[in-house]
């Protein structure tokens, strides 16, 4: 199976796919914002064109542009990031929504890849209409990052710390996998490594900068593509599964 990219079709190639069955579209939601000193601001984007394609090609379904601004709120200060406030972020879902099913698609899958998007997307789920929502499948469990770091360490050995949550190792080794041209590894140093709840906390109450002068949450040291070629697997797997790819236009 393989998916279509949307933008390259005309209306009426698209209105036919449709009506040959293939109604299902894949959307990543992802962001343009710092990863450290040793990764691209579209770090989060990059990965969601990766993702979505190969979720879009599993389930043989047309693959959406990626949105490339997300909630980022907690990354505003450093050079470069952008971002969306939350109900701006909520209208852009809806609006997506509304769209995508008035042209003719049943089911849409939205799928973010920054984790400042999971808790607005599932918001944004939830104050759409009932017959808008039964048409959606979203992922909104941001365990699934957590699942990959534990990986890190059950495989390879990387301390959960060291993984990280943001341009740590799981992170950048994904990058690795897929744009190794655009990772300077020369500059990858650590950032915060200490325990990732009290990250998590710090980081959404005072920003990434209160806790990490050099935007990292982890240390990307000991990356490498071998170990993004093994996360990325995992990540399909589990995007799979959440978002229960084997179901109708009312998964979700």
Avoid at 69 to 96: Q, R
């Amino acid at each position: 199976m393989t998916c279509i990219a949307l933008d390259t079709l005309t209306w009426p190639q698209v209105e036919a796919e449709i009506a040959a069955g293939r109604d299902t579209v894949v959307v990543a939601l992802g962001a343009t914002e710092q990863h450290g000193r040793h990764m691209p601001l579209a770090t989060d984007a990059l990965v969601g064109d990766h993702l979505a394609r190969t979720v879009a090609d599993r389930l043989d379904a047309f693959l959406a542009p990626t949105l490339r601004l997300g909630c980022s709120e907690h990354h505003v200060g450093f050079a470069g990031t952008m971002s969306l406030a939350e109900s701006t972020f909520h209208a852009i879902v809806k609006d997506l929504v509304g769209s995508l099913l008035r042209g003719g698609f049943r089911r849409i899958v939205l799928l973010p890849t920054h984790g400042g998007n999971f808790g607005p997307l599932a918001a944004a789920i939830a104050q759409l209409e009932s017959a808008e929502r039964a048409h959606v499948v979203a992922l909104t469990d941001l365990g699934v990052l957590f699942e990959i770091a534990q990986i890190g360490e059950r495989e390879f050995g990387v301390p959960l710390s060291e993984g990280g949550l943001h341009a740590g190792e799981w992170e950048t080794s994904l990058m690795l996998a897929i744009h190794p041209e655009l990772v300077s590894m020369q500059s990858a140093e650590a950032g915060f490594t200490g325990d990732l709840q009290e990250a998590v906390a710090s980081m959404f109450a005072g920003g990434v900068a209160s806790i990490s002068a050099n935007g990292a949450i982890g240390d990307p040291g000991r990356s490498s593509a071998g170990h993004g070629e093994r996360y990325w697997s995992a990540v399909v797997d589990l995007v799979l599964e959440q978002i229960g790819a084997a179901d109708g236009p009312s998964a979700g």
